[in-house]
């Protein structure tokens, strides 16, 4: 098997590093207009030789550029799953649109709520077939929030064994 710079990136970079990177992922997510859960990614690429990362696109979950925000779109469940763009997504489009290529690229993904509690997960299966399709090489995450069984899970865990099939690397860094 070929050197991996991905995953040499991932395990020789200091984990100070990561969770620079997803806690900027946080500040993202606080821009969220969703009154429940929140979330941000910053999309990057990795810089071997000096262990840090570079930033090609930020997003955080929102409905889509010009469509108005109404209490019924973010408080009605249904509504809101069908328009909310993920924070993943966003992340992606934002890079593209700058012109900035996404193959091989890494992604931070950091969740939070009104409490301010921060956590992770893998990405739900739409937004894994979106970090797949745009050549995603890591997702890297906060550990699950802690005694809380998430309503996702199943989805989740599809999606996990979804980039594990594409050799998408999952990783979780510890919490500072």
Do not use: D, E, M
């Given at each position: 098997m070929a050197f991996d710079l991905t995953e040499a990136f991932l395990t020789d970079t200091?984990?100070?590093?990561?969770q620079e990177m997803l806690a900027e992922a946080y500040q993202r997510s606080l821009r969220s207009p969703d009154p429940n859960t929140k979330v941000g990614a910053i999309l990057a690429r990795s810089d071997l030789t000096r262990r840090r990362t570079h930033e090609l696109g930020s997003g955080h979950n929102c409905l889509?550029?010009?469509?108005?925000h109404t209490h019924e779109r973010w408080h009605d469940r249904e509504t809101k799953l069908r328009l909310v763009v993920h924070a993943e997504v966003a992340a992606v489009m934002d890079a593209a649109i700058g012109g900035r290529r996404t193959r091989d690229s890494i992604i931070y993904v950091s969740q939070t709520d009104p409490t301010g509690v921060f956590w992770?997960?893998?990405p739900c299966v739409r937004c894994a077939v979106h970090?797949?399709?745009?050549?995603?090489?890591?997702v890297i995450t906060w550990p699950p929030r802690e005694g809380v069984v998430s309503k996702w899970a199943a989805d989740h865990e599809e999606a996990r064994l979804l980039l594990q099939e594409?050799?998408?690397?999952?990783?979780?860094?510890p919490r500072p």
């Open positions: 200091p984990v100070t590093v990561h889509p550029t010009g469509v108005k992770g997960s893998p970090l797949i399709q745009a050549g995603v090489r890591a594409a050799h998408v690397f999952l990783h979780v860094v």
